[in-house]
Nanobody, 118 residues
Framework: QVRLVNSGGGLVQPGGSLRLSCAAS????????VAWYRQALGRPRELFAT???????NYDDSVKGRFTISRDSAKNTVYLQMNSLKPEDTAVYYC????????????WGQGTQVTVSS
């Protein structure tokens, strides 16, 4: 069974940085397309970034220039580098992948809390 584990969240001050991880198992499953979602308290879940099999990225304007998706194939892990964090970035962050090519994002990490506050 494919599993994604999110980690790396925490409490940071405005302007700070965090790197979130999305680790996939088993190793026979390789991440091709991945989406990053976040859900702020009292708000619906928001898709804000994607990375496809050709390493093409798409970022929402709210994070463009500040967030970067990358992958480490040796570790079977995708990372989200978050810089210049703002209080409005506070949310639970999730990664998600499709179980089948071109299918819906139906495999989800458990999420990790990011809190940006002074």
């Amino acid at each position: 069974q494919v599993r994604l584990v999110n980690s790396g969240g925490g409490l940071v001050q405005p302007g700070g940085s965090l790197r979130l991880s999305c680790a996939a198992s088993p190793t026979s499953f390789t991440i091709t397309d991945v989406a990053w979602y976040r859900q702020a308290l009292g708000r619906p879940r928001e898709l804000f970034a994607t990375l496809d099999i050709a390493d093409r990225t798409n970022y929402d304007d709210s994070v463009k220039g500040r967030f970067t998706i990358s992958r480490d194939s040796a570790k079977n892990t995708v990372y989200l580098q978050m810089n210049s964090l703002k209080p409005e970035d506070t949310a639970v962050y999730y990664c998600a992948v499709p179980s089948m090519d071109r299918g819906p994002y139906d495999i989800w990490g458990q999420g990790t809390q990011v809190t940006v506050s002074s």
